[in-house]
């Protein structure tokens, strides 16, 4: 989920929370997850990191947080990394004993996805600050926390990775990139390829961005607010549906509700930097492009048990590419009936069947949850 849909939003994802629990060498950290307390931000030094372009960024970090205890065999490890402009700290309420990740059986890794502010970002880059930055992708940020797992973490092998949106993203990737790495998957509203409904959603927002009259052509002097609110109106208009959206917002109160969104539209000079690049990774994700092999033969490559989570009704995710993906390899679909479109998981509990699939593949199968607003 994007930044600023964190901010309008951060109650809601409060209750997200609730509703998934209770309906239920030169690579060196520079805290060692011994050190550091439970859930503390912690970071790790990559060094030299060589971007899928052929790029090479300079002192590259990763952020990322620890919680629970790796067990002796090594083998309850849980990866969970960022949504678009989503930081380690919000996946907190996540993880925890008795929630969707429960931290008393598992060895959960929350991590920074790259660009996101908090890992190597062109907001943080010296450098090549702001728009210097050079593109990244899905896979690079994969590929950072795969060296964060094996080079500083010390691990040959996760018992899952799984994330929401964008994280879902990162999920595909890494069940294609490294099959024999994990024992599970669970992408939740991600994709493993932008259809071109998707690219005009990310490219209309950029291109929203780059109106605003203080973008300067990629040197903005100041905070950006116009441009930022109407790529906020794009976003707000996508993260649900017109049921959604025409039922929870009356006609006579649309005023009121454009201007809270328009009072929410501002993103400081180099944070925007950081919102057009995490944006162009969705734009170019292409994970069976990437291979040189179709969406089946790229299915085809997973080793790991996978459960794949949709909704019908996002606009911002489109799930087809993610079921077709799921049917390749005969993974379980569990898909949200619900007019929240992108928000589906804020108004259906998934916690129970992750801890499940988690605990026990094999015990869950396509299935339907319906919202239990709707009557």
């Not at 593109?135 to 691990?155: G, N």
């Not at 018992?159 to 929401?164: F, N, Q, R, S």
Request: net charge negative; hydrophobic share 40%.
């Amino acid at each position: 989920m994007a930044t600023h849909q964190m901010r309008r939003a951060k109650p809601l994802f409060v209750a997200i929370a609730w509703l998934l629990v209770f309906c239920a060498c030169e690579q060196a950290c520079s805290q060692s997850p011994a050190q550091a307390a439970e859930g503390a931000q912690q970071f790790a030094k990559l060094g030299e990191f060589k971007l899928q372009s052929g790029t090479v960024v300079h002192e590259f970090r990763i952020g990322y947080r620890t919680l629970g205890k790796l067990n002796a065999e090594k083998s309850n490890a849980v990866l969970w990394p960022t949504w678009l402009g989503g930081k380690s700290e919000d996946l907190l309420e996540f993880v925890g004993p008795g929630k969707v990740v429960d931290s008393s059986k598992y060895f959960v890794i929350v991590a920074d996805a790259m660009g996101d502010g908090v890992s190597t970002s062109p907001s943080k880059s010296a450098a090549r600050p702001r728009m210097k930055f050079p593109q990244f992708t899905i896979r690079d940020m994969v590929e950072s926390e795969h060296r964060l797992a094996t080079d500083v973490l010390r691990l040959t092998h996760l018992h899952a990775v799984m994330g929401l949106s964008m994280g879902g993203m990162q999920t595909f990737e890494w069940a294609v990139a490294y099959p024999d790495f994990m024992d599970v998957t669970i992408p939740m509203e991600g994709s493993p390829q932008s259809t071109s409904y998707d690219k005009l959603l990310w490219t209309s927002e950029i291109d929203a961005i780059e109106l605003d009259p203080a973008w300067n052509n990629g040197n903005p002097a100041g905070p950006l607010t116009r441009g930022i609110a109407l790529a906020e109106e794009i976003d707000s208009m996508n993260l649900t549906s017109p049921v959604y959206r025409a039922t929870h917002t009356k006609a006579a109160d649309f005023e009121s509700f454009l201007g809270e969104i328009r009072k929410s539209g501002r993103s400081e000079e180099g944070a925007v930097s950081d919102q057009i690049r995490q944006r162009e990774t969705i734009i170019s994700l292409d994970i069976p492009r990437e291979f040189g092999v179709t969406l089946e033969q790229a299915a085809k490559r997973v080793r790991s048990k996978m459960l794949v989570i949709v909704s019908p009704e996002d606009h911002m995710v489109n799930p087809s590419p993610a079921v077709e993906f799921a049917g390749a390899i005969g993974a379980p679909v569990v898909s949200l009936d619900s007019v929240c479109g992108h928000l589906s998981l804020s108004c259906i509990s998934v916690g129970p069947i992750v801890a499940q699939f988690l605990a026990n593949p094999a015990s869950v199968r396509s299935q339907t949850l319906k919202d239990p607003s709707i009557r």
